[in-house]
């Protein structure tokens, strides 16, 4: 009987994930190289080596899903499409004024703060044609002069163009057409409008999102169709399937055309990751932190469901695309501790990276970092980091600990030490709790989820900070991501400016336009291929108090007689559970979305690995703590041995090939059925 | 082992840990303010700010608010503490004032502040100060240019109790709604900044609780001194002098051919930091008059921009700093002087101090910049009667930097507003912006060109209109440093329907019928080196984006 395999292929700077199971309960992961030139190419060479390592056959594959990091990468690294910007005459230049912000306000030579790179002004071009605040054609489009604009910008080496007029998601007349003439005039050519890539008034925050789109759309293009030209050539049938920002699929065909949406792709894979922790622990609210070398990303889980802002960070830049809320701290293992001349200590952003990388791997590096104070404390083993595969030197990581730090501030290398750790989970701790009060959440509630290499050696250190009391150890967090492809569903989100009072609100109108939505969603998800009769319709409304200009997503049943008392009702209390008061003030919405979303598991309930055997407990080590003024002994025991239902308390380190978690005093640790470490507190024991 | 505790009972370690918090702390109450406020200038033009203070009154952690806020809100709880005494503080109390002359800023900037008790004893202070949208007086906005007294700005707030033990002041508060044009904005405001004090006393709370009670008034202390320490350590690499600047703003408003001179004197001595104003201008008539926290938050934020930006901003940061601000002056005014319009004096006070020092730091400070904040107003009636009010702040070119050019049309010095969308003004007024675009040209000349300034042209097409127009820059330009040329003047024009032209003379009010249009052409920055030294390939590239015309760069 012929196999039927789901793959989920995440792409990040450092390494490809792959996670596959075909559905019985058999399933199997692998880390390859990502290549840095083509990370298409470390994807089919997944496909080479899972036929080799468990005899997988291309045809047998019935889903290829992908998270990518190839949008994102064009953008810091400066490498997308050549493009040009066509705007109403008179606003050629609103990509480079942007919102005469700064970021850093003490710095008094400033730099340029609006990615100016996407075009300069010989890239942008404007053309006559206006339409009003109400919709009407005030000015018919010029397209002899849009016609001089594209050619110019062609000539000039445009291969995509974005077009962004005033008023164009109230009426989207003016940009239809110049899409007709321009592909007319340059077949081939790609072209970005900004009513469909944010319908969204604030003609700044649209364009860049609009030239970004057409910046990376050539190249997620060439991409995508080299991973599915390259699937097609082994003979793998499935249609590519593309992670999106807000943590949703997508067809890779539709990616193409939607590209501004795949900034986030492989973070928010991670997140739907978290999400099956949660699900398989029991535990729905959770807050994942995903400590690396340089940074870590910390992202909220609620209810089961990542939490989706509708803006997001793209580099320094705010983009209006929904996404997943994952937040990134300049905070990491690799990060280096140093003494002021107040006697001040830090810790980061600088970072050691991979090379020099920490003291304590030998190639040079000479400041002390986080990991080398962790050698120092005893929480990782030298010889076993990284699976054993790369072996660190404790007396250089305990030189540089003791030489800028530990004497600088006349303490004792380990004090030292301790204090590094200190100082970094407050940063990272704080860094958390900015995040959820940003979304009204009380982190006490939620349980923590330590991911990525050093997650787990400052978990309990975060929780206690935080009032957290429970946390959960995925079994496999180095492939998390790619295991959250697996179980996402398939998602298509669209978004319509729609302002009125709620007061006077025009219920048919509002219905008016949800069916338009709601028409091209189904549209979307036809293209999916996927049964309507599979899709979940949810609705929302974007509301804020009038005067307000911060507005809040509302979920709302537009079917419901009371819905505007319920969505004022449910906007209040919203308001309340963010900001901490709500006034009964009148209060008006200013968008309306719907989502259409079908399939995805939630769980990933048939991927347990059975426990390894073999020795269950290593020497016990010595390690320093913080509050104590004596080492403690804390047992050491090895992860893939754990059989379900093992339990053990802190002092106590628990290794794995791909990370290392610190247990500490006044915690203990349970191992659930499905294979996670959850850990408790008890702060009494203390 | 011992983990080096030192005299006073707590380790090095502590103090970092404490500072990290106090940041997040500060940063949960901003974003507590910004986000829940109703004025539109608060979320655009981010005018408000958190803080938190020892019980001595120090600043002890601030929120990256707009750094005109920076010192402004020491005075106010100073005046607080000397009304209120801590002793007869309770928790859950609260208080509020805005009276300029008593240590606020201008009238709608209303300050919230409240004690922070733990186990019963007072351990600190939260402050927030909010630009409230209106606050009465002769103008809608309460920014009227042409007033000559401060009676005509608005409600004057002096120090009183908003709260007691949790009760809101009723009376105060019916007093307030009586006198503000849209009380529910100004009580949601309110209500925005009691919540981020609140937040403050939360977390500050949960910090006593672990720390203990007799340590955190050290910790603050030792942070403080820190903080002190760095940043006299900084300012003593700057060379032992004085060092003087002057810088003109247009006009006060009222007499318009009159300039208005900032002049100071800026000593370094041995890690302290004087500035004397001596020889500034006379207070003015209009309001412009800047009353002394304004001069101490320009001199906080150049203090800290000329030292290490890793330093915590607290109050050691501004402990070497002394002002001598001559009575009567343009820098010290006399009540009932005006005050509404101070925010363009704050900005050349800051200028002019960064200038003054341009000398001995040339690597750490710019040409000038234009430090224009552009302010049009623009109020009237609907065709079918409907009433509104919009406007905004609008920005010029920054001074170009020793190796980079100006950034064109950028905030600069104290504030960071941001401008309104073209899309925004026109779903709320019936006025259409033709253009909003770099002003080609009107960055200084230099090594480094100096940045553009903006053009943005509107036209009135319903009823009649009340304009307020008050710019800078429009007599005189941001200078260029280094042999660098200064930045092109401001230019405004009304177009009337009648085909007269009118130019703006830096400050206007006047009454616009449909079909006329404004435009409005802001500064730009200074250039620094001089312009033979340029670059050719820059020279090119500016002429290919349409920064420079031909013939001026090839001059």
């Known amino acids: 009987m012929p196999?039927?395999?789901?793959?989920?292929?995440?792409?990040?700077?450092?390494?490809?994930?792959?996670?596959?199971?075909?559905?019985?309960?058999?399933?199997?992961?692998?880390?390859?190289?990502?290549?840095?030139?083509?990370?298409?190419?470390?994807?089919?060479?997944?496909?080479?080596?899972?036929?080799?390592?468990?005899?997988?056959v291309p045809q047998d594959i019935s889903r290829f899903i992908h998270g990518t990091t190839v949008a994102t990468n064009a953008v810091l690294e400066h490498k997308g499409a050549k493009i040009g910007v066509v705007t109403t005459k008179g606003f050629r230049d609103i990509l480079e004024i942007g919102r005469q912000y700064r970021r850093d306000m003490y710095e008094p030579i400033i730099e340029p703060q609006t990615p100016v790179f996407l075009a300069p002004g010989q890239m942008r071009k404007d053309v006559a044609g206006r339409i009003s605040a109400s919709g009407e054609v005030v000015e018919p489009l010029d397209e002899v002069s849009l016609r001089s604009a594209v050619d110019e910008l062609v000539d000039d080496g445009a291969q995509a163009i974005a077009v962004v007029f005033l008023f164009a998601f109230i009426n989207p007349s003016h940009e239809l057409r110049a899409r007709e003439l321009i592909e007319k005039w340059h077949p081939g050519l790609a072209v970005s409008l900004s009513h469909e890539v944010d319908p969204t008034f604030r003609e700044y925050e649209r364009t860049i999102a609009t030239a970004f789109d057409a910046y990376v759309k050539p190249v997620v293009d060439r991409y995508l169709h080299r991973l599915e030209t390259g699937l097609a050539e082994r003979g793998a049938r499935a249609p590519?399937?593309?992670?999106?920002?807000?943590?949703?699929?997508?067809?890779?065909?539709?990616?193409?055309?939607?590209?501004?949406?795949?900034?986030?792709?492989?973070?928010?894979?991670?997140?739907?990751?978290?999400?099956?922790?949660?699900?398989?622990?029991?535990?729905?609210d959770l807050i994942t932190i995903d400590i690396g070398g340089t940074s870590a990303d910390i992202a909220l889980i609620s209810g089961g469901k990542p939490l989706v802002r509708s803006e997001g960070l793209i580099g320094p830049h705010a983009l209006r695309?929904?996404?997943?809320?994952?937040?990134?701290?300049?905070?990491?293992?690799?990060?280096?501790?140093?003494?002021?001349?107040?006697?001040?200590?830090?810790?980061?952003?600088?970072?050691?990276?991979?090379?020099?990388?920490?003291?304590?791997y030998g190639r040079g590096g000479e400041e002390a970092t986080v990991c080398d104070a962790s050698i120092v404390l005893g929480y990782l083993d030298p010889d076993y980091f990284a699976g054993g595969t790369f072996k660190l030197d404790p007396a250089k990581a305990r030189e540089a600990v003791e030489r800028t730090i530990a004497r600088p501030l006349g303490l004792s290398v380990e004090a030292a030490a301790l204090g590094i750790h200190r100082v970094l989970n407050t940063q990272m701790a704080e860094g958390i709790r900015h995040v959820s009060v940003r979304q009204g959440i009380d982190p006490r509630q939620f349980a923590l989820?330590?991911?990525?290499?050093?997650?787990?050696l400052h978990a309990t250190a975060l929780a206690r900070e935080l009032g957290i009391h429970r946390i959960v150890v995925p079994r496999l967090p180095g492939v998390l991501a790619a295991a959250g492809l697996l179980a996402a569903p398939v998602e298509h989100e669209v978004t319509a400016a729609f302002t009125q009072p709620l007061a006077s609100l025009d219920l048919a109108a509002m219905r008016a336009t949800l069916s338009e939505l709601d028409a091209k969603a189904a549209a979307l998800m036809k293209a999916e291929r996927i049964e309507p009769s599979a899709v979940i319709v949810s609705y929302h409304a974007d509301i804020c108090f009038i005067g307000q200009s911060y507005s809040l997503e509302i979920l709302i049943d537009p079917q419901r007689p009371d819905l505007v008392e319920r969505v004022y009702e449910d906007f209040l209390l919203a308001h309340e559970r963010i900001y901490g008061h709500a006034t009964r003030v009148p209060a008006k919405v200013v968008g309306l979305r719907t989502v259409h979303s079908a399939g995805g598991s939630g769980t990933l309930d048939d991927m347990r690995l059975p426990p390894s055997g073999g020795e269950v407990s290593q020497a016990p080590r010595w390690i320093w703590v913080s509050g104590r003024d004596t080492p403690v002994e804390a047992q050491v025991l090895n992860r893939a041995a754990l059989t379900p239902g093992f339990s053990f308390s802190g002092p106590a380190i628990i290794q794995q090939a791909d990370t290392t978690t610190l247990i500490e005093p006044g915690w203990s640790g349970v191992v659930d059925a499905a294979g996670n470490l959850v850990l408790d507190s008890h702060p009494e024991a203390l | 082992m011992s983990i080096a505790l030192s005299e006073s009972g707590f380790d090095s370690i502590t103090v970092d840990v404490v500072r990290h918090k106090l940041d997040g702390i500060a940063g949960e109450m901003q974003q507590t303010l910004l986000r829940s406020s109703f004025s539109p200038i608060v979320k655009e033009g981010l005018d408000a700010s958190a803080s938190l203070f020892t019980v001595d009154g120090e600043t002890l952690a601030q929120a990256c608010a707009i750094p005109v806020h920076l010192g402004t809100m020491i005075p106010v709880v100073e005046r607080i503490l000397k009304v209120f005494p801590l002793a007869t503080?309770?928790?859950?109390?609260?208080?509020?004032?805005?009276?300029?002359?008593?240590?606020?800023?201008?009238?709608?900037?209303?300050?919230?502040?409240?004690?922070?008790?733990?186990?019963?004893?007072?351990?600190?202070?939260?402050?927030?100060?909010?630009?409230?949208?209106?606050v009465g007086g002769m103008a809608p906005g309460s920014v009227p240019t042409n007033a000559i007294e401060i009676y005509q700005e608005g409600l004057r707030i002096p120090p009183l109790q908003l709260l007691s033990t949790g009760r809101m002041n009723e009376t105060l508060v019916a007093l307030i709604r009586q006198n503000v044009r849209i009380p529910d904005t100004v009580m949601g405001d309110l209500n925005a900044q009691i919540a981020a004090c609140n937040v403050g006393a939360r977390r500050i709370g949960e910090l006593v609780e672990r720390l203990g009670q007799n340590l955190v008034p050290k910790l603050f202390a030792i942070l403080l001194q820190r903080s002190e320490e760095r940043t006299r350590e900084a300012l003593r690499l700057i060379p032992d002098g004085t060092y003087r600047y002057v810088d003109y703003n247009d006009n006060d408003g009222i007499e318009l051919d009159k300039q208005i001179r900032i002049e100071v004197a800026v000593t370094i001595k041995d890690g302290d930091f004087h500035c004397d104003f001596t020889g500034s201008s006379e207070q003015v008539r209009g309001p412009f008059n800047c009353v002394p926290s304004g001069s101490l938050a320009a001199a906080c934020f150049a203090i800290r921009a000329v030292t290490d930006p890793d330093i915590?901003?607290?109050?050691?940061?501004?402990?070497?700093?002394?002002?001598?601000?001559?009575?009567?002056?343009?820098?010290?005014?006399?009540?009932?002087?005006?005050?509404?319009?101070?925010?363009?004096?704050i900005k050349r006070i800051a200028g002019t101090i960064l200038g003054a020092l341009r000398p001995v730091l040339p690597d750490r400070i710019p040409a000038d910049s234009c430090g224009e904040m552009l302010a049009v107003m623009f109020g009237g009636k609907r065709a079918d009667g409907r009433l509104f009010v919009t406007g905004e702040l609008i920005a010029g070119g920054s001074g170009a930097g020793p190796r980079s050019d100006g950034v064109d049309v950028i905030e600069t010095d104290v504030t960071n507003c941001m401008n309104l969308s073209a899309e925004a003004m026109e779903m709320e007024a019936p006025i259409r912006i033709h253009q909003m675009s770099l002003r080609?040209?009107?960055?200084?000349?230099?090594?480094?060109?100096?940045?553009?300034?903006?053009?943005?042209?509107?036209?009135?097409?319903?009823?009649?209109?009340?304009?307020?127009?008050?710019?800078?820059?429009?007599?005189?330009?941001?200078?260029?440093?280094?042999?660098?040329?200064?930045?092109?003047?401001?230019?405004?024009?009304?177009?009337?329907?009648?085909?007269?032209?009118?130019?703006?003379?830096?400050?206007?009010?006047?009454?616009?019928?449909?079909?006329?249009?404004?435009?409005?052409?802001?500064?730009?920055?200074?250039?620094?080196?001089?312009?033979?030294?340029?670059?050719?390939?820059?020279?090119?590239?500016?002429?290919?984006?349409?920064?420079?015309?031909?013939?001026?760069?090839?001059?």
């Open chain 1, 321 to 360: 695309v929904a996404m997943v809320d994952v937040n990134t701290i300049g905070s990491g293992g690799g990060s280096i501790a140093r003494v002021d001349r107040s006697g001040s200590l830090k810790v980061g952003p600088q970072s050691a990276g991979s090379e020099p990388g920490p003291a304590c």
């Open chain 2, 89 to 134: 503080m309770s928790p859950e109390d609260a208080y509020v004032m805005n009276e300029p002359y008593l240590g606020g800023t201008h009238l709608p900037d209303i300050a919230v502040v409240k004690p922070i008790f733990a186990n019963g004893r007072p351990v600190a202070i939260a402050a927030a100060m909010t630009h409230h949208q209106d």
């Open chain 1, 240 to 284: 590519l399937q593309v992670m999106q920002s807000r943590g949703g699929l997508m067809a890779g065909s539709i990616a193409r055309q939607r590209a501004v949406r795949l900034f986030l792709s492989g973070p928010a894979a991670g997140v739907v990751g978290g999400c099956i922790v949660g699900a398989s622990a029991g535990a729905p």
């Open chain 2, 312 to 345: 915590p901003t607290n109050a050691g940061c501004f402990r070497p700093i002394s002002l001598h601000l001559p009575e009567g002056s343009i820098v010290n005014p006399v009540e009932p002087a005006p005050v509404n319009a101070r925010t363009a004096t």
């Open chain 2, 440 to 555: 080609k040209d009107s960055g200084g000349a230099g090594r480094q060109r100096g940045g553009l300034g903006l053009v943005k042209e509107y036209e009135i097409l319903e009823g009649e209109v009340r304009f307020t127009h008050r710019g800078e820059r429009h007599f005189c330009a941001a200078m260029g440093a280094y042999g660098g040329e200064p930045g092109a003047m401001a230019v405004s024009t009304i177009h009337r329907t009648t085909g007269a032209v009118e130019i703006i003379p830096s400050k206007l009010v006047t009454t616009l019928h449909a079909g006329d249009r404004v435009t409005i052409e802001t500064a730009g920055g200074g250039g620094n080196g001089p312009v033979a030294a340029r670059d050719p390939a820059a020279a090119r590239t500016d002429i290919r984006n349409g920064k420079i015309s031909a013939d001026v760069s090839t001059v």
């Open chain 1, 3 to 56: 196999r039927s395999w789901e793959i989920g292929v995440d792409t990040g700077g450092t390494f490809t994930d792959v996670v596959c199971r075909d559905g019985t309960g058999v399933f199997h992961t692998m880390k390859l190289p990502s290549s840095r030139s083509d990370p298409s190419q470390s994807v089919l060479a997944s496909l080479h080596r899972l036929g080799e390592e468990i005899s997988l």
């Open chain 1, 449 to 456: 989820i330590p991911l990525g290499g050093a997650g787990g």
